[in-house]
């Protein structure tokens, strides 16, 4: 980790510490450390490395017997004062040492070297010469773990990987040691370490726990009083040892506690005033951990007259004349701590580049927001302003893209004259192109060798450094590989365009990636173990600086592959459940496996409020390398859920369990082993001041600055009962339908409304809904300033919510009807078409503009198969910002295709359009412009010449005979499996099902396809033969399993003609044998509890239409309430409704009045109830739901309400009132219009109270 990096801390604070782990593959026999240093990039290789070193002081040491002794080492050390160096082909360097105790989790011994001059191995020997472990990888960074070696002598070997030389390289090491840390003896308060008055921030390292037992304290003093922003940390890898983090005051009272299960530890200082303060780091349970890192950001002194902090290191720099002078930059270049000290102080900075900027390169300064808002702003040699940036972030960050060599500047100023004691500046500039450290490798014989390939491998510092150039690398696979192991490579494309391609060990093609994107990636999936060779080159001779290559693959198993056991072992019961603690926030441990068959792993933990919609726990696995399940039990251990199914997750809910303890089973279904998977745990959260308090009037709006697109803030929270969050917001042009300002949440946690307002603080609009999200149109609004306000519907909390706001874009240039061009520019004709290369199934690409009255858009693309009906391209913009058109052509120019439509969206179909290259043009209509769209293309996954005339098999193959059919296990509800295909003439597709109760009418099977591509039937079949076929010659065949018994069921699905079908989609549709969950509105069986239906803040009242989906009869005591409150009296347009799958639950719907007295009743039919809301009053009355007969099932409820009058205008509200006439001819089709008029029963169901149907049926001829 960059420790001594601001903006990694900053970063790091920001995401709250969470572990985001990226394993590396292993090269030891214990885990090896990762290392994030930048590779360099080599100017230039030397044929002959011998002639780049001598021998080094410590020789000769070639062999054990002339081994270098070291003698007893301890601690955190190196090899100091000495130049060590593989200074020739066959040397070898050997080195003694004792450990003077035994080591355990965090001790280490390794090399670091330039891996460009050299590729070094490590090797670990005891005292009887017996090899112990070894590391031997591609990287900077070769180490050996040192767990479980006992105390003695030890010998280090170093030698060159293929007989390579490297003039240097340092030998590094954690060794165990009684003595403890620098800090000891720390082990009480009274001997606590005295870190002094601290100011900003500070971090110190290398500090242990090193015996069980030993407490570690510190001592401290705040300068001032701490904000929400300071705080003090730990870090750690908790595999090493459990460690916790307490903080006291000066008379050793506790203050606060950290003691979770992660790799850190953190206690913010928030609300603490000036003054003395301890630390205490121990182990929990008598854990030891031999390093961990404190860190602590601390509160600036601040002049209390005036406000004003101590002034920076580059003071005076308040004018571009006074400039600080960063000098020639290359690279990345981080300067801190600086400050904006006072009111008006600005800070200015010259520096020169010496290449054109790419879109990496760019300017950055990271602070705390809270602690003042800064901006930055970008000049050239001139003193011209070229660009400027004001977020509400920790960040703000302008791109240099495109700016030639020269001379520019900086200035750092206070948003509003604030000031800021502590930010840094960050630069990233263009570095000349070079050849990377693995040249030559530019044909397949010369391949840089990568070696044995486990897990993750990311290998940086790569280029395309010239014309022509190609990137050749060898690697060894030690298993089979699934659909989770891929190679890719990541790069900025506007660089250069790369593309990737994977062979053989013979150098055949296996596969390649050839998009337009920043990144590329080729599937490893179903490719054996063996050695495999990585080709990376530039499209059309393109050149590009700097790529990172990824390879994920699988790793080496024992014979059970199931790989090793985790470090939550042994677990394998409740009673030895490893101990997650107390979850209160979003929390997942990687690394985790079932390593042999029988293995479970127990996990306990504890919650500390009841459980949301928005709570749970899960796994996340390849499915592909063994099936899991998950349990979960109360602390008496109670079953309370499973989930089991064949996906690569396992989710169980958490909602309306009670806060307390609780325990998760994860096995292998059906002996199952699994190498690696993920738990995660989404637990209640505390409810605590967000980030923008104070902020609860007007007056003190928390300021979200220009709004230009979209854009969305996150982190925000309503705490309290008597909350009030207060937003403002400008608009930097005049808005219109598309434009619109929300925030997001879970009605579940806590219902929200917003309302909006003027500068005046007129309100002018708000929403009041009742499912997960508000919205307010900012339709028809002016430029200007406007306030949000965000509260709790009748006193609701919630702990986390955002706010996101679609508004106008900003003007760009020199003219008002002008924006910014996009990435795709220059594409302004056919023969500068910027080139999509080959679609290979659904493909997307954002941020494109019409920028300019006169820009026009041109792209190429190629289709690698002909089209069908599922194939198109598109556009996607808001039409009212500009309208675009879309033309196809051929690769001639000749026009095939175009839309020119009025609304949001343009399509072409590429149905029969056979493959090869075409052209797509995007336009202004009447030179109108747009700021933003996207651009759509959905064409063939498969190439017509790959496969002789077939498809690719789908990712359930081999499922041909129903012995090997693919087992979907218990299906219970909907289940739906997608992008299947009848591959090749002889293919059929089997799967396998079990349901759990009798099945009844609208339960079935069902397959989607198009026709014309293939014929396709279906048969279902139980144990005792064929049950029934669907041998239509629609677009889809369906077999119902109304009458079937609980029973394991196959399906076959076959074309009809011996021929093939690229795409079909399979459901089954099966009963539930369970009740549902609880919905999100519970509790609500009484009228008291009712769930309140309304989209008036104000009022409370509900006027047209409100939909709320995925409610629930959960028990057959359940009772669903729902309080309305009408404006106006009903009329036979107004009415609720609830639809359900009729299969699963017959449901009952009534209206009550305010006493609770029964209005007006409908039982459910085909799984449909409404009830009319004519004739009653404007008054307040409530919609009630329960099972029929105590059944259970999930419903949606729809209300359709009167809605205000508007005086002048026809019809009901706003909208206008319609009645669509519809007339059905006289003819001998009379069945066919008796379904037609069914058709239109249900259409109108969904249709406002304002729209009315009305059908004339001429039976003169029936």
Do not use: C
């Not at 472990?133 to 591609?138: I, K, P, Q």
């Not at 082990?187 to 726990?209: C, K, M, P, R, Y």
């Not at 459980?611 to 899991?628: K, N, R, S, Y």
């Amino acid at each position: 980790m960059l420790f001594d990096s601001r903006l990694f801390w900053r970063q790091a604070i920001r995401k709250g510490f969470q572990r985001h782990a990226t394993r590396s593959r292993t090269r030891s026999m214990t885990r090896r450390r990762s290392s994030n240093r930048d590779t360099a990039v080599a100017v230039e290789k030397l044929e002959d490395r011998t002639l780049l070193s001598a021998p080094d002081p410590l020789e000769p040491n070639n062999t054990l017997a002339e081994a270098t002794q070291l003698g007893t080492v301890v601690g955190h050390g190196t090899i100091d004062n000495v130049d060590l160096s593989i200074h020739e082909t066959g040397d070898e360097d050997w080195y003694n040492f004792e450990l003077a105790a035994a080591s355990g989790p965090g001790h280490f011994v390794g090399i670091e070297f330039d891996h460009e001059d050299g590729d070094l191995d490590l090797e670990l020997y005891d005292h009887e010469g017996e090899l112990v472990a070894w590391s031997a990888g591609v990287d900077d960074v070769e180490e050996i773990g040192g767990e479980g070696l006992l105390a003695g002598e030890y010998s280090l070997r170093v030698f060159g990987y293929d007989g390579d030389s490297n003039p240097e390289y340092k030998v590094h090491y954690n060794a165990p040691t009684a003595a403890g840390d620098f800090a000891e003896s720390n082990n009480s308060i009274a001997t606590a370490h005295d870190l002094g008055t601290l100011e900003g921030f500070h971090f110190w390292q290398d500090l242990s726990v090193h015996e069980s037992g030993n407490d570690d304290w510190y001592v401290f003093d705040l300068a001032e009083d701490a904000e929400w922003v300071h705080f003090a940390a730990i870090m750690f890898n908790h595999d090493q040892g459990d460690l916790e983090l307490v903080l006291y005051d000066s008379d050793g009272g506790e203050v606060d506690a950290s003691a979770g299960t992660h790799d850190f530890e953190m206690i913010w200082l928030g609300g603490l005033e000036a003054g003395t303060y301890y630390l205490e780091v121990y182990g929990f349970a008598g854990d030891e951990n031999p390093d961990y890192t404190m860190v602590i950001e601390a509160p600036h002194a601040t002049d209390h007259v005036d406000g004003t902090f101590e002034p920076d290191e580059k003071e005076p720099n308040d004018t571009i004349e006074t400039a600080w002078d960063i000098g020639q930059v290359s690279g990345f270049e981080e300067i801190g701590p600086l400050s904006i000290h006072e009111p008006g102080d600005e800070d200015w900075f010259h520096f020169e580049t010496l290449a054109t900027a790419t879109s990496w390169d760019g300017a950055a300064v990271n602070f705390w927001h809270e602690e003042g808002d800064i901006d930055l702003s970008l000049f050239d040699a001139d003193g011209d302003m070229i660009a400027n940036t004001g977020g509400i972030d920790d960040l703000e960050y302008i791109s240099m893209e495109g700016l030639p060599a020269g001379d520019y500047y900086l200035r750092v100023n206070g948003f509003e004259d604030a000031t800021n004691p502590d930010y840094w500046l960050s630069l990233n500039t263009p570095e000349p192109i070079e050849s990377d450290f693995a040249e030559s490798n530019d044909t397949l014989s010369e391949a840089y060798t990568l070696r044995d390939i486990e897990g993750i491998e990311t290998i940086d510092g790569l280029s395309i450094h010239v014309a022509g150039d190609v990137d050749w690398f060898s690697f060894e696979m030690l298993e089979t590989a699934t659909d989770w192991h891929s190679i890719s490579i990541a790069f900025f494309h506007e660089i250069g365009d790369l593309d990737l391609a994977v062979h053989n060990s013979a150098g055949e093609l296996l596969g390649s990636s050839e998009g337009v994107n920043g990144f590329e990636q080729v599937s490893l999936d179903g490719l054996p173990a063996g050695e495999y060779y990585v080709s990376v080159w530039g499209f059309e001779d393109d050149t590009n600086p700097e790529y990172i290559l990824t390879i994920i693959a699988p790793e080496e198993s024992d014979s059970t592959g199931g790989g090793t056991a985790d470090f939550a072992e042994p677990n394998n019961t409740s009673e030895t459940a490893y101990d997650l603690r107390v979850i209160e926030q979003d929390s997942s441990w990687d690394d985790l496996s079932i390593h042999e068959p029988g293995d479970e792993d127990w996990f306990t933990f504890t919650t500390l409020a009841p459980g949301t919609a928005t709570d749970a726990v899960g796994i996340e696995f390849d499915h592909e390398q063994g099936d899991l399940d998950l349990s979960l039990f109360d602390d008496a251990g109670n079953l309370l859920e499973t989930s089991e199914s064949i996906w690569d997750f396992e989710h169980i809910s958490l909602e309306g369990l009670p806060a307390g303890t609780y325990q998760l089973q994860v096995i292998g279904f059906d002996g199952a082993v699994h190498p690696e998977y993920v738990l995660g745990i989404t637990a209640p959260k505390s409810l605590e001041p967000d980030f923008a308090e104070e902020n609860n009037s007007q007056q003190t709006a928390f300021e979200l600055r220009n709004a230009s697109g979209f854009s969305i803030w996150q982190g925000f929270s309503i705490h309290d009962e008597n909350d009030v969050d207060w937003f403002a917001f400008d608009l930097v042009r005049h808005a219109n339908a598309h434009h619109a300002v929300g925030v997001e949440f879970f009605h579940a946690a806590g219902d929200l409304d917003i309302a909006l307002f003027d500068a005046n603080g007129e309100r002018l609009s708000d929403s009041s809904g009742i499912d997960d999200g508000e919205e307010i149109s900012l339709r028809g609004l002016q430029q200007g300033t406007y306030y949000l306000e965000v509260s709790g519907f009748d006193g609701a909390t919630l702990p986390e919510y955002a706010i996101w706001i679609e508004a106008p874009h900003q003007h760009h240039g020199e003219h008002e009807n002008e924006f910014e061009p996009d990435w795709s520019e220059e594409n302004n004709s056919l023969a500068e078409a910027t080139s999509l290369r080959e679609i290979v199934g659904h493909t997307t690409w954002d941020d494109l503009s019409i920028h300019e009255a006169t820009d026009v858009d041109w792209f190429a693309f190629e289709l690698l198969a002909e089209g069908t009906t599922h194939h198109h391209v598109a556009i996607d913009f808001d039409h009212h910002e500009g309208d675009l058109d879309l033309s196809l052509f051929d690769s001639q120019g000749t026009l095939l295709g175009e839309s020119t439509g009025v609304s949001d969206f343009e399509e072409i179909s590429l149905s029969g359009w056979p493959a090869g290259e075409y052209l797509l043009q995007v336009y202004g209509y009447q030179g109108a412009i747009n700021p933003e769209y996207g651009l759509m293309i959905d064409g063939p996954d498969w190439d017509e010449n790959e496969f002789e005339g077939n498809f690719p098999p789908d990712g359930h193959e081999p499922n041909d005979t129903q012995e090997n059919a693919f087992d979907l296990r218990t299906v219970e509800g909907q289940t739906t499996l997608q992008d299947l295909s009848i591959h090749s003439h002889d293919d059929i597709d089997w799967f396998q099902f079990t349901t759990t109760a009798s099945a009844t009418e609208g339960h079935g099977v069902r397959i989607e396809f198009e026709h014309e591509l293939g014929d396709l039937d279906l048969a279902l079949y139980n144990g005792d033969g064929l049950v029934d076929t669907s041998d239509s010659v629609d677009d889809f065949e369906a077999i119902s399993l109304e009458g079937l018994s609980p029973d394991t069921y196959w399906i076959e699905i076959f074309e009809y003609s011996g021929s093939t079908n690229p795409e079909y989609t399979l459901s089954i549709e099966a009963p539930v044998d369970r009740d549902p969950d609880p919905d999100r509105f519970e509790e609500n069986g009484t009228l008291a509890t009712a769930t309140a239906v309304r989209n008036d803040a104000s009022t409370g009242t509900l006027s047209g239409d409100v939909s709320l989906e995925d409610v629930s009869i959960h028990s057959e005591n359940d009772v669903d309430l729902f309080a309305f409150t009408t404006i106006a009296d009903g009329t036979s347009a107004h009415r609720i409704t609830i639809e359900y799958r009729h299969g699963d639950g017959d449901l009952v719907l009534d209206v009550l009045d305010s006493e609770g007295a029964t209005v007006a009743t409908s039982t459910g039919h085909n799984g449909h109830a409404d009830i009319s809301l004519d004739g009653l009053v404007a008054a307040t009355w409530y919609a009630r739901v329960t099972g029929f007969e105590g059944e259970t099932n999930y419903y949606d409820i729809e209300f359709d309400a009167p809605r205000p009058e508007t005086p002048g205008t026809p019809g009901e509200g706003e909208s206008d009132a319609w009645t669509v006439m519809v007339y059905i001819t006289a003819s001998n089709l009379e069945s066919f219009a008796h379904s037609d008029i069914n058709e239109m029963e249900i259409a109108a169901a969904a249709l406002p109270g304002s729209v009315n149907l009305a059908v004339l049926w001429d039976q003169s001829a029936a």
